[in-house]
């Protein structure tokens, strides 16, 4: 009696345990958008347009005035693939210890190689180098007729010593929810760091998201 009531127990126990797992799961149509800062680069940035064209994926890039000046064949072809361009600074500024008027001329300076590449399709994106703006900042953008965001996942990409492709990747699926945005990196705003790891960890991004959770990619824009 007392096994048969043990046997009992377990599968009550093991139903509850999966239907709790499947509540975290996402059900359904559910839409991500993949966003690389800091490029382009003539090495990786590259290499995710490839990885991004085999797999059919749109993505966001934010990238800096600097790098799209040195490199704007690399944002001609974002733009003919299909990925929205978004602003990340000419520099790579730090907000936070910039004046508005540096801001501002290098946020300008920015779009208007953006706008060259992409013209009326311009996206008037705008991410802050590190996350960090001020709400003065944010509101004068905004006036400007910027959307100004930040992300939803951080899979540390740019954090050489603690992310393998495989920690990088596993992180990014941890993610639930509906419309979120995750940070990665197609170059490093300084040319001094490799974006290797970030290249290898995509395509299994990409198809667990796709086929295991059920997720769609969406460019920023399409984020209510
Ligand atoms: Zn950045």
Not at 78 to 92: A, K, P, R, V, W
Not at 185 to 208: C, G, K, M
């Amino acid at each position: 009696m007392l096994k048969k009531c043990l046997v009992l127990l377990c599968i009550c126990a093991g139903m509850l345990f999966f239907s709790t797992c499947k509540k975290d799961r996402p059900i359904g149509d559910f839409r991500i958008a993949l966003t690389f800062d800091d490029g382009p680069d003539p090495v990786y940035t590259i290499r995710i347009l490839d990885i991004l064209k085999q797999k059919n994926v749109k993505a966001t890039f934010f990238v800096t005035g600097y790098h799209a000046r040195l490199f704007p064949s690399i944002i001609r072809r974002m733009h003919d693939e299909g990925h929205l361009i978004g602003n990340h600074t000419f520099t790579h500024l730090y907000l936070p210890g910039a004046t508005t008027a540096e801001m501002l001329s290098e946020v300008q300076r920015t779009q208007n190689i953006i706008n060259r590449y992409s013209g009326a399709a311009s996206s008037y994106l705008f991410r802050p180098p590190y996350g960090y703006i001020s709400d003065e900042q944010k509101h004068l953008l905004k006036n400007l007729g910027y959307r100004v965001v930040k992300w939803d996942v951080d899979p540390l990409d740019y954090d050489l010593a603690r992310s393998t492709p495989d920690a990088i990747a596993d992180r990014v699926l941890l993610l639930r929810g509906n419309n979120k945005m995750v940070l990665m990196h197609s170059a490093d705003y300084s040319d001094l760091q490799s974006r290797e790891n970030t290249v290898l960890a995509l395509p299994r991004i990409i198809d667990e998201l796709r086929n295991k959770y059920n997720y769609s990619f969406i460019t920023v824009d399409q984020i209510p």
